[in-house]
């Protein structure tokens, strides 16, 4: 399912100034987040399709009011969703690895704590 960013009514509804934000910190984790393609076939894909996709769904969690939250909150939740997977990041030497999708599924919390700030404010 691809979604179009005019379809992205939340982020949509932010001034130029906080898009641009958002769009920075897009190109600097779809990197990462392209290694999360293909490696652990256990889970579903957690590229930056995925996650907007899931930013979509708030367009219909918030019945399509906007004015729910405020531009901080809006950009929390779109950065947020974003970042969500970032510790999904694999490493393809190690897919065959019959415990490879416990240990990645265990160190994905753990990785996205320690690399969200330096993605968010490098």
Known sequence: MEIKKEDLKLR???PEEIKMKIETIEHRITPALTKTTGINYE????????SIVVEKIYDELLNNDNSKLNDTEK????TATLLHDIGMV?????????DYAVES?????????NNKRNICYA
Do not use: M, V
Request: hydrophobic fraction near 25%; aromatic fraction near 12%; charged fraction near 25%.
């Open 105 to 113: 599924r265990d160190s994905h919390n753990q990785y996205k704590k």
């Open 12 to 14: 949509n509804s932010l």
């Open 75 to 78: 950009f929390l939740l779109i």
């Open 90 to 98: 694999g490493k393809a030497q190690y897919a065959k690895d019959p």
């Open 43 to 50: 889970f579903t894909e957690h590229g930056l399709p995925h």
